[in-house]
């Protein structure tokens, strides 16, 4: 589903990716693990199409296409669901309107009717109670006044309805108590189907007690130092990341 | 030497003698209103640059237009009307044609059998002794010309007097319609009693796209716990000059809220004065202004904390395209007297354009200790971050950034009570900022 080949990008000139090499088949969940500053986000942003990372070297194939050929909206609408670490709020704009607004354009693009209001609000209350939200938010102007959980709640809800078939979770777990923490699990393994791939990308192994992954990575200053199955994640909750970059620099 | 023929102050003056004669009102109270406010207008004609209070507003353009100062009745039909005004709310209606009240255009209220909104000009003659506390006394002539140059006409407008205890669902639309070439001079007096409640939308439009100047004063006295929710609408011709001040007094526990929506005209200057004249008084100015092509807005504000335990809230939002200038001072003024206030003063600016420009200037004086205050402005593009985010959901550009735009001035109508008077400015603001594009799920907003 996506196959990433020396990826090399600079931010403001100052190389941050330094040579990926990642191939994510449908059906799986990975985990990109790090220590702070490794490029973890970046890597997420490139793959959704953010401005102002300059690609230098490599290549990104998703569906058998060029993934960074597309714009941002391009690529959200083949199927790629970026859930943010800091979602930003959006006064004016309701929640509701997005979603509606999102789902259109993603089934216009796939050919398919655009949902009546009524299929819309049935398919919105199911997922709100997956991720255990009230609907009164969905009227609210997006994340405007939201606190950290319900943030990342409305994230979960979002990729909920869109049903992307790649979903990037830019550290999703961040600042959220178990409870919420569950939720948002429950939220990804309920998108876990063969067609489907999660690429978590996160500082902690608690997400993945909840998430079990496929395949974890290790990334140490731009590049994938390491790779393994899910006992990696636990070693590395073990033993800290300081022997995966002391192996990486050695 | 001046020429007094062709010198505008003095024409207008000359016109405004020739009247006076025939203006109403007998009481020697409100002719010398009348004369007090034509002799501060003589003194100091109309404000130029070189004024503090006008630096960014040059009404040069303005003063050498020969407009007229008519009293004649300009023919307009109800349908004409309708056409002025697109998606028409319940309300009750007061309509006057170039300040001139039109009673076959207007349904006005009653409570028990008295008419609670009616034309000035037969207060003037009949309720003068309920107007001499307030008909001038809100506004100060001294400190605004152009409010001395309507007083020195004052003839007719609109009376509302919202009796002791009463609370009016309906709003009251107060309709201004200035014709080709006029002097319109709309003037209102707004007088809720005690306890009472009222909404009250003064709107101002054009025929065609014609010029005129519409030159309007409003003053508002809100008695002790009254509420009274206010619009002001210009959505006057897109040659139109509009200068318009609202004055407002408040006395103990009223609460006064301010709509300001300004769209249309070519050169326009509000001036909003809001005097907290008593404890626990509370005023709330919303205000949007929109200015594309080379339209020039205007906007100065004046809350004035004169008694302890007052708040006042203001959010004022600016878009602003094509050669479009906008200037915005809100003054924040704290009297020794007024402690524990509580004021926050926000303006935010958005710029679609290279040569779109906007002077903001936020003023907070404070010359008492214990207080609670705090203002901000800002002027920007669309904010990044919420434009990836959008596209990031499978939004186009074109289409987030119309949003953004859009939520950007949806942030101030949200605020409107009015559900029809929202969807009509949507509409408005689609049109105008979209250019017609639509935001096809905006009914889910």
């Known amino acids: 589903m996506l196959s990433i080949k020396n990826l090399h990008v600079r931010v403001d000139d100052k190389p941050i990716l330094k040579g990926i090499d990642l191939d994510v088949k449908a059906g799986e969940v990975h985990a990109i693990m790090g220590p702070n500053g490794s490029g973890k986000s970046t890597l997420a942003h490139v793959l959704a199409g953010r401005e102002g990372y300059e690609v230098t070297e490599g290549t990104v194939t998703y569906q058998g296409k060029d993934l960074l050929s597309l714009s941002a909206e391009q690529r959200a609408r083949e199927g790629i669901f970026l859930g943010f670490q800091y979602p930003v709020e959006i006064p004016g704009v309701s929640n509701i309107y997005l979603l509606k607004a999102a789902l259109n354009a993603i089934r216009k693009h796939r050919g398919e009717e655009e949902l009546d209001a009524i299929d819309f609000l049935a398919r919105v209350r199911e997922k709100l109670k997956l991720v255990d939200m009230s609907e009164d938010l969905m009227y609210r102007s997006v994340n405007e006044g939201f606190s950290g959980g319900e943030r990342k709640r409305n994230e979960i809800l979002q990729m909920a309805v869109l049903e992307p078939r790649l979903a990037l979770l830019d550290e999703t777990d961040s600042g959220l108590d178990i409870d919420a923490l569950k939720t948002v699990a429950n939220g990804v393994n309920a998108l876990r189907t063969p067609e489907r791939a999660v690429v978590v990308v996160t500082h902690y192994q608690r997400l993945l007690n909840y998430v079990v992954p496929d395949v974890v990575h290790v990334l140490v200053q731009g590049r994938i130092a390491k790779s393994g199955d899910k006992g990696l994640a636990h070693e590395l909750e073990r033993r800290g990341y300081g022997w995966v970059e002391s192996a990486a620099r050695a | ?445």
């Not at chain 2, 959008?390 to 009570?417: E, H, I, K, M, P």
């Open chain 2, 1 to 445: 030497m001046v020429n007094t023929e062709t010198d505008p102050k003095h024409r207008y003056l000359q016109a405004a003698r020739a009247l006076n004669s025939q203006l109403p009102g007998h009481r020697a109270w409100i002719k010398a209103l009348r004369e007090r406010a034509s002799a501060r207008f003589d003194a100091v004609g109309f404000p130029t640059m070189r004024d503090e209070a006008w630096k960014y507003t040059n009404l040069a353009s303005l003063v050498r237009q020969p407009f007229h100062a008519v009293s004649d009745a300009t023919p307009l039909t109800r349908e004409q009307l309708e056409r002025l005004l697109p998606n028409a709310f319940d309300a009750f209606r007061l309509v006057f044609i170039n300040g001139r009240y039109r009673p076959e255009l207007s349904n006005p209220p009653h409570v028990d059998g008295r008419e609670i909104a009616r034309p000035l000009a037969d207060a003037l003659d009949r309720d003068a002794e309920a107007l001499e506390p307030h008909l001038g006394q809100v506004v100060s002539i001294e400190a605004h010309p152009l409010a001395a140059l309507n007083t020195a006409f004052l003839a007719d407008g609109a009376y509302v007097s919202l009796p002791e205890g009463v609370a009016l669902e309906r709003p009251i639309h107060l309709i201004y319609v200035a014709t080709a070439d006029a002097l319109a001079q709309p003037r209102a007096l707004i007088v809720a009693r005690s306890g009472s409640r009222a909404t009250v939308v003064e709107q101002y439009v054009g025929i065609d796209e014609s010029r005129y100047f519409t030159n309007a004063v409003t003053e508002v006295v809100l008695e002790r716990g009254a509420r009274v929710e206010h619009y002001r609408l210009q959505t006057e011709s897109r040659l139109g000059f509009h200068v318009n001040g609202l004055h407002v007094r408040q006395h103990e526990n009223s609460e006064f809220i301010s709509q300001a929506i300004d769209l249309g005209g070519l050169l326009v200057r509000n001036d909003l004065y809001a005097l907290l004249d008593a404890p626990g008084a509370s005023c709330s100015l919303n205000g949007l202004y929109v200015a594309d092509g080379r339209q020039h807005v205007d906007n100065h504000t004046y809350i004035a904390h004169a008694k302890p335990r007052c708040t006042s809230r203001e959010f004022y939002k600016g878009v602003l395209d094509g050669r479009g200038r906008a200037v915005f001072n809100g003054r924040v003024v704290v009297q020794p007297d007024a402690q524990r206030t509580d004021a926050e003063q926000i303006n935010n600016n958005l710029l679609l354009s290279e040569d779109a420009e906007i002077d903001t200037k936020p003023e907070l004086e404070i010359y008492a200790d214990d207080v609670k205050c705090s203002h901000g402005a800002t002027v920007g593009q669309l904010d990044l971050d919420q434009l990836f985010y959008l596209r990031s959901r499978g939004v186009d550009d074109a289409q987030a950034r119309d949003l953004l735009t859009f939520a950007f001035a949806n942030d101030v109508l949200r605020r409107f009570r009015i559900a029809p008077l929202r969807a009509m400015l949507e509409h408005s603001i689609t049109t105008r900022l979209l250019r017609g594009r639509k935001l096809r799920e905006l009914e889910l907003i």
